[in-house]
């Protein structure tokens, strides 16, 4: 059993039986939401692996897309005051639970909150918006009047409807109050609002979500139940219809959480690697997903080599380039410098090292911006709960870092 991950299982327990003890004149009814435990044993997949390359295979038709306004008004938006637990100007502080997403209409890369302190400490979570502004090297806290008030869910820009979505966040300063971790929120970078939407599937910890353009649907995958499962099912959401699909593919990757996600645009398939099984297993094989034919494939990695161990790692996909580009994540040796290369065509994994490079890190934040050709990477845990609030760019063709952090 990885030893880490159950301490800090068993300390979030111990925390959320204490919270539930002290705020049990407060508690919310109980929700109507049923659980739905269906533990799977972490198998391996009942399909036969193929390391053959693969070629993207046609996508079928394509769901339609008929632009029906999301009806948020019938649910109840937050009132929350814009975050205090996080600097109002300057840099965001240092964090960890970072997920970032890139509203290229805005040309802003959006965070939500993050682990900011000690996470028994309710000052140590915030919940606070924040935008880096490409074309000036800023980091601005955008202050919405109204806003979630949550904390480090994980975020996927819908290209179609201009929104950044937010979903399997906690709230904001209630010390890992799961609760049902179920809310889906849209962010309008122009409008500076946020808009509650249809709940997703509850207790999902750690579940990550991508975005399919070509479908115009944002895929969830994974996730943690406190009743020590790890969730393998995927579901997708569209917001123009405001609706949650639970996806039945035939063959599912083992259940887990923190992992990379991102999605191939030129493949059209959803990528996803690492993390750990329950019994702290790492799970090393590469796994595709394509919405149209509601299909996962196992990327069998072969003779070559592969990252190994990444447990809470990042993932984004270098358009011009074609290839998906992993970095950071914790290992066996604590964590790792390396980036990886990853190219869904041919099923090749590449190792490359530069110096200077962000550092050992995880539970960082990573995103690509197709307008430089360059992704961004923020914050993360540099070891033992010490976190970065470095910006840093990355340029694939020439694999080259670059601390962008500006100085307060
Ligand atoms: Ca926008
Ligand atoms: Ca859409
Ligand atoms: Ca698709
Ligand atoms: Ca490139």
Known sequence: MNRNRLVSQMVYLAVVVLVSAACATSQLPPTSVPQTPTPMPPTATSVPPTDTPVSPTPTLAPPTDTPIPPTATTRPTSTAAPSVNDPLSGNPSPRAYVSMAYDS????????????????????????????????????????????????????????????ILFGSYPEGKT???????????????????????????????????????SDRIILFGGYHVSGMLYDDTWAYDFNSDTWTKMEPATKPPGRNYQGMTYDAKADRVLTYGALTVEGKPLETLWAYDFNTDTWQEMVPGEQSFPGMRDY????????????????????????????????NTNTWTKLESSPNPGKLYKHGMVYIPTIDRSILFGGDVGAYEFSNETWSYDLNTNTWTNVTTQP
């Open 105 to 164: 209409e805005s040309g802003q890369v959006i965070i939500v909150g993050g682990l900011t302190g000690d996470p028994n400490d309710p000052t140590g979570i915030s919940g606070a918006t924040w935008a880096y502004d490409m074309a000036t090297n800023n980091w601005s806290q955008m202050k919405p009047p109204s806003g979630p008030g949550r904390s480090s869910g994980t975020l996927a820009y819908d290209i179609d409807s201009d929104r950044v």
């Open 176 to 214: 890992w109050d799961t609760s049902d971790l179920n809310e889906t929120w849209a962010y309008d970078y122009n409008k500076n609002n946020w808009t509650r939407l249809a709940d997703g599937p509850a207790k999902h910890l750690g579940t990550r979500i991508a975005y399919d353009a070509e």
């Open 313 to 344: 790692t990042a993932m984004v996909y270098d358009a011009e380039s074609d290839r998906m580009i992993l970095y950071g994540g914790k290992t066996e040796d604590q964590s790792s410098g390396e980036v990886w290369m990853y190219d869904y």
